[in-house]
């Protein structure tokens, strides 16, 4: 197999979560530009590309169940049994913990957590029933293991995606079913936009051992390898793209 072979996504089905903006829309747009169909979910409305009719746009809800159900459907009926799972919708509140509302906190762990296993375990039940190797890759962060000031309750949610990587890992194993994380460092995205163009931006270009920031391409290598053969024996593990920062 050559590398090319061994990396490839051609013809494969992905679903992709928050996938109108952000890291999101890099993967969806990479993966389109390799030749796999791509079923892009966003909780907004998400302006079509032209992808040659390899994305399928969804509007949905990953909190609720019934919109989590009618993403898979949706999916198999348009392109068949999906192959990859991108569990990478998430939110985020710049709160210090002593001003965190159980608000805030129930709307982080709904999407962050609750919706990320509602999507990863539809996604596995379709897979075993169909009797089909897959893989699913969840979107966790430098900051669940890392102290960030302003960052709890994210943070919490994100040591939490992580725990469930490897559990789910475990679990699905026998189904040849791969589940593995990517975790960023800091890259601008309109998650942490009003973060990133202020004063901290520099600080922590600082502090990290390349001196800058994430650009989105960064990702690129590590979202092909898991979602293709190259990473065949691979399942449980997270993989910091970070420039070093948490060094």
């Given at each position: 197999?050559?590398?090319?072979?061994?990396?490839?996504?051609?013809?494969?089905?992905?679903?992709?979560?928050?996938?109108?903006?952000?890291?999101?829309?890099?993967?969806?747009?990479?993966?389109?530009?390799?030749?796999?169909?791509?079923?892009?979910?966003?909780?907004?409305?998400?302006?079509?590309?032209?992808?040659?009719?390899?994305?399928?746009?969804?509007?949905?809800?990953?909190?609720?169940?019934?919109?989590?159900?009618?993403?898979?459907?949706?999916?198999?009926?348009?392109?068949?049994?999906?192959?990859?799972?991108?569990?990478?919708?998430?939110?985020?509140?710049?709160?210090?913990?002593?001003?965190?509302?159980?608000?805030?906190?129930?709307?982080?762990?709904?999407?962050?957590?609750?919706?990320?296993?509602?999507?990863?375990?539809?996604?596995?039940?379709?897979?075993?029933?169909?009797?089909?190797?897959?893989?699913?890759?969840?979107?966790?962060?430098?900051?669940?293991?890392?102290?960030?000031?302003?960052?709890?309750?994210?943070?919490?949610?994100?040591?939490?995606?992580?725990?469930?990587?490897?559990?789910?890992?475990?679990?699905?194993?026998?189904?040849?079913?791969r589940v593995n994380a990517i975790a960023p460092g800091?890259?601008?995205?309109?998650?942490?936009?009003?973060?990133?163009?202020?004063?901290?931006?520099?600080?922590?270009?600082?502090?990290?051992?390349?001196?800058?920031?994430?650009?989105?391409?960064?990702?690129?290598?590590?979202?092909?390898?898991?979602?293709?053969?190259?990473?065949?024996?691979?399942?449980?593990?997270?993989?910091?793209?970070?420039?070093?920062?948490?060094?």
């Open positions: 197999m050559t590398g090319s072979e061994l990396f490839s996504v051609k013809d494969k089905v992905i679903v992709v979560t928050g996938g109108s903006s952000g890291i999101g829309q890099r993967i969806v747009t990479l993966l389109a530009e390799h030749g796999a169909y791509v079923v892009c979910v966003g909780f907004t409305q998400v302006e079509p590309e032209i992808h040659s009719g390899r994305v399928y746009y969804i509007t949905a809800d990953v909190t609720k169940h019934e919109d989590v159900t009618s993403i898979f459907d949706k999916a198999e009926a348009r392109f068949g049994t999906v192959d990859v799972v991108f569990n990478n919708a998430g939110v985020a509140h710049q709160s210090r913990a002593i001003d965190t509302s159980c608000d805030m906190l129930e709307h982080i762990f709904s999407v962050n957590v609750g919706g990320a296993f509602m999507v990863a375990q539809t996604a596995a039940k379709r897979m075993i029933a169909a009797k089909k190797a897959g893989a699913i890759i969840n979107t966790t962060s430098i900051l669940a293991e890392r102290v960030q000031k302003g960052a709890a309750a994210y943070s919490m949610s994100k040591a939490a995606i992580s725990q469930m990587t490897r559990a789910l890992a475990v679990e699905w194993a026998q189904n040849s079913i800091w890259f601008p995205t309109g998650i942490n936009a009003d973060l990133l163009e202020g004063p901290a931006a520099g600080f922590l270009k600082a502090q990290n051992p390349m001196r800058r920031l994430g650009e989105l391409c960064d990702l690129d290598g590590a979202v092909l390898m898991l979602a293709s053969d190259a990473s065949a024996y691979m399942t449980g593990t997270i993989i910091t793209i970070d420039g070093g920062h948490n060094l």
